[in-house]
T-cell receptor, first 111, second 118 residues
Framework: LAKTTQPISMDSYEGQEVNITCSHN???????ITWYQQFPSQGPRFIIQGYKTKVTNEVASLFIPADRKSSTLSLPRVSLSDTAVYYC????????????FGKGTHLIIQP | GAVVSQHPSWVICKSGTSVKIECRSL??????MFWYRQFPKQSLMLMATSNEGSKATYEQGVEKDKFLINHASLTLSTLTVTSAHPEDSSFYIC??????????????FGEGSRLTVL
């Protein structure tokens, strides 16, 4: 499994766009970049997944450059409720193994 | 998304007793369920993987006789912490996946169960 590296913590303010970058220098050809969100005392929740270029859904966008050695999760116009830990994972396509979570990024949104 | 439910959401028990945590997939058949443990301010740690009808596969360092996992049906997996001790106090989270139910890497997680051993 490719190891991912992301900032331990980030701060921002309500209404701002937040970008969280993740490094995965050793990503395998068939790995997908997947992001999860976790609130305190809750299980993680799937946010978005991509292979390359840009993916957008109703809550976030994911940018993956051509070399796929990094990716950026973009949260538009954050609110206080976006305060959470965000995990970046490199997941093998078609794999059935449990996910390996790194330390994640603790995002704190202030008023 | 699919719904995975855990019960109980929290439990307090005395040292030496056993505690059972249930994980149910409510709207899909979970061929595989995973159990995680999370200590305060730390990341999730995969404990074991269970496939319906077969023995669970435990991660290195996880005692299989301590953490008994049963996956008797496609909608239910149980984790039993036997002879619990204070160091077993943690947040236990299950997740489930099913054939054709989710894209790669998209697991559905339960709400978690907080165990406190006195």
């Amino acid at each position: 499994l490719a190891k991912t590296t992301q900032p331990i913590s980030m701060d921002s303010y309500e209404g701002q766009e937040v970008n969280i970058t993740c490094s995965h220098n050793n990503i395998a050809t068939n790995d997908y970049i997947t992001w999860y969100q976790q609130f305190p005392s809750q299980g993680p929740r799937f946010i978005i997944q991509g292979y390359k270029t840009k993916v957008t859904n109703e809550v976030a966008s994911l940018f993956i450059p051509a070399d796929r050695k990094s990716s950026t999760l973009s949260l538009p116009r954050v609110s206080l409720s976006d305060t959470a830990v965000y995990y970046c994972l490199s997941v093998e396509g078609g794999g059935a193994d449990g996910l390996t979570f790194g330390k994640g990024t603790h995002l704190i949104i202030q008023p | 998304g699919a719904v995975v439910s855990q019960h109980p959401s929290w439990v307090i028990c005395k040292s030496g007793t056993s505690v059972k945590i249930e994980c149910r997939s409510l709207d899909f058949q979970a061929t595989t369920m995973f159990w995680y443990r999370q200590f305060p301010k730390q990341s999730l740690m995969l404990m074991a993987t269970s496939n319906e009808g077969s023995k669970a596969t435990y991660e290195q360092g996880v005692e299989k006789d301590k953490f008994l996992i049963n996956h008797a049906s496609l909608t239910l997996s149980t984790l039993t912490v036997t002879s619990a001790h204070p160091e077993d106090s943690s947040f236990y989270i299950c997740s489930a996946s099913g054939i054709g139910r989710a894209r790669t890497g998209e697991l559905f997680f339960g709400e978690g169960s907080r165990l406190t051993v006195l």
